[in-house]
């Protein structure tokens, strides 16, 4: 499935490289947002340009986690991390915890296990997995491992992290502190790391002693990154995104994360429509006369991203390459369609992305954000998510009487 050996979040390919906005004033206000659901299992979200000084990270939902020493009271509550349901495990930059030591995660002869997730814009995160206990609303996922993620010391990445691609082990070049990855599975690779797969181990962990001679290796799940939801002692079967409605550029927008699926009150499926989902984690979008099959949701990524000829890029020495940025608005439909049979037709926008970010220069929310994405695929981004709460059903785990065997996403 997609997360089991993470690949190219969208999110890092059409939003990271390059599409940090300079800041400006703000003429736009969003419609009021709804007030959160009552609940300790309610963390607040917000699309606020992130947290690189001087510029703007559109459509980047973004939220705080509070890290600490596991079995300890030392702790750190970090700002900016994105919240992405395209993947899986919390990625916090090294640099966002400077005080706190986290203890590394250890094999055969004390050589440190290191987590290597790379994009398919060539990009890539490098860093050694750490214990930690993750807090968040009222939730506290203990003992889990996190991708703490840093530059190393002594030694280069190996090729078969970087493979000649761009660092993104630094704010300026993330854009955040960190990636929380919220999205469908229970580990960042699962199985397919493990060493019960026998054959060649895939180039996700390594394993790196003090010389720096790092070897791909296979990791116990029980060490592997994991989804930091699964760890909960409750509401541990997946979480819902809700974000406010909005129908034009705003300056900012709010929402919430809710976790756990028919545990409490606030968490109920009712009347959301279940989407099950293939072995890659994927349904189909039938748009344009294409059936793509290898589409997904992923709040991760900061636009609607799929192919069109007819749809005009931005130049591509705009302020938005890879964005489209047609002459006028294009108001477009596709249907999604489940595993399960499930379809739901969806009206979308897309707009001209420079226009936008030139005239609305110190707004960081885009509901009409749109580009070009891949043959087969359309990645339904953050602006899928304005107006709508989106649940994510993580596999393995127990469901609620009455709906389907995760994983499935529903809204």
Known sequence: MRNRIPIALLTASL???GFLIGCGGSSSSPPPPPPPP???NVQAVAVNGGPVPGQIYPDGAFTSVTVCVPNTSTCQTVDGILVDTGSVGLRLLA???PGLTLPKMTGNGGVTFY???SFVDGSFMWGPVAQADVKMAGEVAS???IHLVQDPTGFTVPTACSNGGVDEDNLNALGANGILGVGLEPLDCGPACDPSAGGTAPPVYFSCGASGNCQAAFVAL?????NPVVLFSTDNNGLILQMQPLSAPAATATGSLIFGIGTQSNNQVGSAKIFTLDNFDNFTTKFNSQTLTGSFIDSGSNGFFFSDAAIAQCAGNSIAPGFFCPASPQNLSAQNIGVNSAQSTVNFSVGNAVTMFQSNPGDSAFPALGGS???GSFDWGLPFFYGRSVFVAIDGQ??????????WWAY
């Open 15 to 17: 939003s990271l490289s």
């Open 143 to 145: 003992g889990g491992s």
């Open 222 to 226: 029980a060490k592997q990154v994991n």
């Open 38 to 40: 009552p609940g300790n």
């Open 398 to 407: 127990t469901m609620p009487a009455g709906t389907a065997a995760p994983p």
């Open 373 to 375: 994405g891949f043959t």
């Open 115 to 117: 987590n290597c997730v």
């Open 95 to 97: 640099s966002a915890i």
